[in-house]
């Protein structure tokens, strides 16, 4: 058996880079020899090394880490190590079983717009009390609507997104729609769970007039007069703000045909 390699036969050996080899040694984790003509030479010594080196980086283990156990081997310290690495594993795992089951819940309900039944249909039905946050403000442009929705985003970026969000909405400015302007739009919301703790307004249940379309958002205004319309032909009051809610958006879809836009307006019998 050899006693001494020479670099580019450990590079053959361990499919590595002589970068590599150079970047462990200057870490300390190597200790070659040198002939005298400065090229490096490799021992047995450094192949079981690099052994263990290969094997740890394998479980994902950092230079220093990998640095202290060549170190400071002993049955003990490899049994506390592997199990510290083990907890740490598992401090990872449980949010990306958090992130999974958000993800999976996402693709349902995007899977579920592509076979909504009520699409163009007007609608009455009973919404139970719902919690929002939201900023509030007159938004006059769908520029000023994104903007607001990043700055509710931020104020709980790791379980808020905008990409597949289909519980983010606009009120129509009050004023505005009373002079028959429903494009004008002031605060904008995200609906949040039951069980989240932050929230700023419970919008109220009660029964509401619901109208899911398809297609761009220059349809609003005609949208609206339809449902308005449709409100007061069937006795209904208007009890409170119109919502236009995003169920499929730009965040979602570059084809604006494909956009999903729900008109929801509280309501009750005169």
């Known amino acids: ?4 390699y020479s670099i580019g036969e450990i590079c053959q050996l361990y499919q590595l880079g002589p970068d590599s080899l150079r970047y462990y040694e200057k870490k300390g984790l190597l200790h070659p020899t040198r002939k005298p003509n400065g090229y490096r030479v490799y021992t047995l010594s450094d ?9 740890l980086r394998k479980l994902d283990f950092s230079i220093p880490q990998i640095k202290n156990y060549l170190e ?5 310290h490899s049994i506390s190590m592997l199990e510290k690495e083990i907890k740490i594993i598992q401090s990872k795992i449980k949010p990306l079983e958090l992130l999974e089951k958000k993800l999976h819940q996402k693709l349902t309900d995007l899977k579920k717009l592509k076979s909504f ?5 007007i609608h009455y039905q009973k919404i139970d009390d719902r919690k929002i946050i939201f900023v509030d403000g007159f938004l006059a442009q769908d520029e000023a609507v994104d903007l607001a929705f990043r700055e509710l985003e931020k104020t709980d970026d790791e379980t808020l997104s905008l990409v597949g969000n289909q519980d983010m909405g606009v009120f129509i400015d009050e004023k505005s729609f009373q002079a028959r302007n429903y494009t004008s739009y002031h605060t904008a919301f995200f609906f949040v769970q039951d069980q989240e703790k932050t929230w700023h307004r419970i919008i109220k249940g009660g029964m509401f007039a619901c109208f899911m379309y398809q297609g761009p958002y220059s349809q609003s205004q005609v949208m609206f007069e339809k449902i308005v319309a449709d409100i007061y032909s ?6 409170g703000k119109a919502m236009e809610i995003y169920r499929l958006d730009i965040h979602t879809t570059a084809d604006e045909n494909e956009f999903l836009t729900e008109i929801q307006i509280p309501v009750s019998t005169i």
Do not use: A, S
């Open 72 to 76: 400071n081997r002993t049955l003990n």
């Open 117 to 121: 039944q009520l699409l163009n249909t």
């Open 234 to 239: 069937k006795n209904y009051r208007i009890t």
């Open 1 to 4: 058996m050899k006693k001494e």
């Open 47 to 55: 192949i079981w090394r690099l052994n263990i080196i290969k094997d």
